[in-house]
């Protein structure tokens, strides 16, 4: 059993930044950061692999979002930078058994952190 506790969401103005925190306990092989938007199906933003340290981005948060992992705290990261209105969306982390885009692959969810881009 894995559980995962999304932190760091909030209020951003365009062109700002957010750093998401994903609390985890319990082994996985991977987490990947999801989210999803009104009226729009879930996106699968960026992934990390425990073990080997694999990466993945969407395209369209490459160069702008970074995952990290600190093993030490069991935490994984997402910092966002030049944030969009678009990027507004639930947040979710997730851990499953490969480092991919694809939510089918995750079994475990955390309950959503609420990013907002606000002009």
């Known amino acids: 059993q894995v559980q995962l506790v999304e932190s760091g969401g909030g209020f951003v103005q365009p062109g700002g930044s957010l750093r998401l925190s994903c609390a985890i306990s319990?082994?996985?092989?991977?987490i990947g950061w999801f989210r999803q938007a009104p009226g729009k199906e879930r996106e699968g933003v960026s992934t990390i692999s425990r073990s080997t340290g694999n990466i993945i981005y969407a395209d369209s948060v490459k160069g702008r979002f970074t995952i990290s992992n600190d093993n030490a705290k069991n935490t994984v990261y997402l910092q966002m930078n030049s944030l969009e209105p678009e990027d507004t969306a639930v947040y979710y982390c997730?851990?499953?058994?490969?480092?991919?885009?694809?939510?089918?692959?995750?079994?475990?969810w955390g309950q959503g952190t609420q990013v907002t881009g606000s002009s």
């Open positions: 319990g082994d996985y092989y991977a």
């Open positions: 997730a851990a499953g058994a490969r480092a991919t885009l694809m939510s089918q692959w995750y079994d475990y």
